[in-house]
C-alpha cells in the first residue's frame, strides 16, 4: 500500500476565503480522487485529478469551485473557493495504486467554516 | 450521484456477537470493496471482491460478491469492542476506476 499525507489535517475558515489542501503520496501513482464527506454522511466523489490535463469534475462539482492541481504523479492539491458553511465537510484524497490494488485513502481535511 | 443502499444504518450489538450487513445497488458492479472508517480517519480498506459469487475472509470478516453483480454481504464473527466504526460498501465498474460509496452502517458494540 501508499502512505497518503493530507496537509492541513483541520481548518476552520471565514466564509468568502479559499483553502488548498495537499495531498501527498510516498510513490508515484497513475489515478487520484478527491472525495467530499458531509457531517454524518458517505463519501461522494467531487473529481479525478489526472496528471498533466484537467481534473475530471462529477455532476454537481465545478472546477470554479473546486479547482485541482495535478503536477506530478505523487502530488495533487485541492482548492475550496469562496466557502460558506455549506463547505464544512471532511475532504479526502485518494490513490490507486493500479492492477488489482484498490483505492487507498488518506485521513482527510476537517473543514469548518464560520 | 448514485450511492448504495446499505442496510442496517446502524447497530449496537454485544460482544462476542455475529453480525451481518449487506449492501445492494441497482447498478452492476465488477468490483466491490468494503472499508471502515474510525472518528478522524480516512476509511481503511478491509475487503476487495473482484469475481461475482466471490467469498474472501480476513480474520474475523467475510465478505461476499453477490451473484448478480447487485449486491454485496459483509460479516464480523465474534465481535470486539474496537470493531466500532462506521464500515461502508464501494463499488466500481473496474479495477481502475471511481469508487461509489453506499450509506454506511454504524455499528457499537458493548461489553
Known amino acids: 500500500s501508499a502512505v497518503i499525507s493530507q496537509k492541513p489535517s483541520r481548518d476552520i475558515c471565514q466564509r468568502g476565503t479559499s483553502l488548498t489542501i495537499q495531498c501527498q503520496v510516498d510513490s508515484q501513482v497513475t489515478m487520484m480522487f478527491w472525495y467530499r464527506q458531509q457531517p454524518g454522511q458517505s463519501l461522494t466523489l467531487i473529481a479525478t485529478a489526472n496528471q498533466g490535463s484537467e481534473a475530471t469534475y462529477e455532476s454537481g462539482f465545478v472546477i470554479d469551485k473546486f479547482p485541482i492541481s495535478r503536477p506530478n504523479l505523487t502530488f495533487s492539491t485541492l482548492t475550496v473557493s469562496n466557502m460558506s458553511p455549506e463547505d464544512s465537510s471532511i475532504y479526502l484524497c485518494s490513490v490507486d495504486l493500479g492492477g488489482d490494488r484498490p483505492q487507498h485513502f488518506g485521513d482527510g481535511t476537517r473543514l469548518s467554516i464560520l | 450521484g448514485q450511492q448504495l443502499n446499505q442496510s442496517p444504518q446502524s447497530m449496537f450489538i454485544q460482544e462476542g456477537e455475529d453480525v451481518s450487513m449487506n449492501c445492494t445497488s441497482s447498478s452492476i458492479f465488477n468490483t466491490w470493496l468494503w472499508y471502515k472508517q474510525d472518528p478522524g480517519e480516512g476509511p481503511v480498506l478491509l475487503i476487495a471482491l473482484y469475481k461475482a459469487g466471490e467469498l474472501t475472509s480476513n480474520g474475523r470478516l467475510t465478505a461476499q460478491f453477490g451473484i448478480t453483480r447487485k449486491d454485496s454481504f459483509l460479516n464480523i464473527s465474534a465481535s470486539i469492542p474496537s470493531d466500532v466504526g462506521i464500515y461502508f460498501c464501494?463499488?466500481?465498474?473496474?479495477?481502475?476506476?471511481?469508487?461509489?460509496f453506499g450509506t454506511g452502517t454504524r455499528l457499537q458494540v458493548t461489553l
Open positions: 464501494a463499488g466500481s465498474t473496474g479495477t481502475a476506476s471511481k469508487l461509489t
